[in-house]
């Protein structure tokens, strides 16, 4: 059975790293953790779970810090969480079998990353990523922001899922602020920071901007396909913001140029024709976003709702506009068998109730 050395890089989470180390604790063999200038007690605490605490002089380079925790490890395998992220008592149990039927051939494992959650806690956005990744100097993090490790070698794909739950909020600018200082320092964002830069720019309401540095990135030749179909998304969001209706239309249907459609970019497609009353196309691309199957192992980011109960709520205004009513509460109820609990489809159901 393969070994795990746990990996963190923390600075000032007391709040959240007792609950993730406990989540995880009995199920590695070691545990790193490297602290970027904490001055809370987050030493103190992380050293009740470990001797092998390290102190790390921040460089904004998020990449740097994590290949230092992981220069530490010394087990089969470098595993990373974020102090705010968690492993639920569902999953521990998988993770242990995973451990205990892992190939020797397998250099990094992908699980699931849930990062956002419904009324009732469920997934509601989700992602993979590698977080077993074999302890070897060729498996390096790249990246000051939104680092990530070059796929390389032997990969598998597992359902065990991370939660990422964040009890207080970071520093909103932090990401930004790395950007704009390599940007400063004469340096040129390869293609994917490109993409997240201009992620961070729509984030902070700079649209024009981000559009600008979104619509650079996608006629590079350079780029994730995934990062491409989402650069058009964030594309649209900031031309309707700006109030360049059209545009965003057009960026959401260029994201077909990349790839076969995705139900997230059919549902704000079939937004953008319901918000301009234009009934019948905005059923279209509810009905197509219906009809896209979920891919299991999706490898871009995924909004499990848009394959059925977005579309399907959507469906039910759509057919209502129309006066279609009989239709209208049938889509309801086939939303409401996704999310029995849903506000959404529980006043809906009183409305036609009412009717």
């Not at 050293?47 to 290949?67: I, L, P």
């Not at 497609?269 to 009809?291: K, M, P, R, S």
């Not at 009989?326 to 996704?338: D, H, I, L, T, V």
Request: aromatic letters at 12%.
């Amino acid at each position: 059975m393969p070994t795990i050395s746990l990996c963190m890089i923390v600075k000032n989470e007391e709040m959240h790293i007792a609950r993730c180390l406990d989540s995880v604790a009995e199920l590695v063999e070691e545990i790193i953790v490297v602290d970027t200038g904490s001055t809370d007690r987050t030493v103190e605490i992380a050293s009740g779970y470990t001797e092998k605490v390290y102190a790390y002089s921040w460089k904004d380079d998020f990449a740097d810090a994590r290949n230092v925790s992981f220069s530490k490890a010394s087990m089969d395998y470098c595993m990373w969480m974020d102090a705010d992220d968690v492993l639920e008592e569902s999953e521990r149990e998988q993770f242990l079998k995973l451990k205990q039927s892992l190939s020797p051939e397998i250099d990094i494992v992908m699980m699931k990353y849930h990062t956002s959650f419904d009324e009732a806690g469920k997934p509601s956005f989700s992602y993979f990523r590698e977080r077993w990744i074999r302890n070897s100097p060729q498996y390096r993090w790249v990246g000051e922001v939104h680092e990530v490790i070059p796929p390389q070698g032997r990969v598998m794909y597992s359902d065990i899922a991370v939660s990422h739950k964040k009890i207080h909020g970071g520093d909103p600018d932090r990401n930004l602020r790395i950007y704009q200082n390599l940007l400063a320092e004469g340096k040129t964002l390869e293609a994917r920071q490109q993409y997240y830069y201009g992620r961070e720019l729509y984030y902070h309401a700079a649209y024009e901007e981000a559009a600008s540095v979104l619509e650079q990135f996608l006629l590079s030749e350079q780029g994730w396909v995934e990062n491409k179909i989402e650069a058009c998304s964030v594309c649209a969001s900031c031309y309707t913001r700006m109030g360049q209706d059209q545009s965003a239309l057009m960026a959401l249907l260029r994201s077909m140029s990349f790839d076969l459609p995705r139900a997230e970019l059919c549902c704000e497609i079939g937004n953008y024709f319901l918000q301009h009353g234009n009934y019948h196309l905005a059923v279209y691309w509810y009905e197509t976003a219906l009809q896209i199957p979920k891919k299991e192992y999706a490898s871009g980011f995924v909004l499990p709702d848009c394959y059925d109960y977005i579309p399907l709520m959507q469906l039910c205004v759509c057919y209502d506009k129309l006066g279609d009513r009989e239709k209208a509460e049938a889509y309801n109820e086939k939303a409401g068998a996704c999310k029995p609990y849903s506000k959404a489809y529980l006043y809906n159901k009183q409305y036609f109730a009412g009717l």
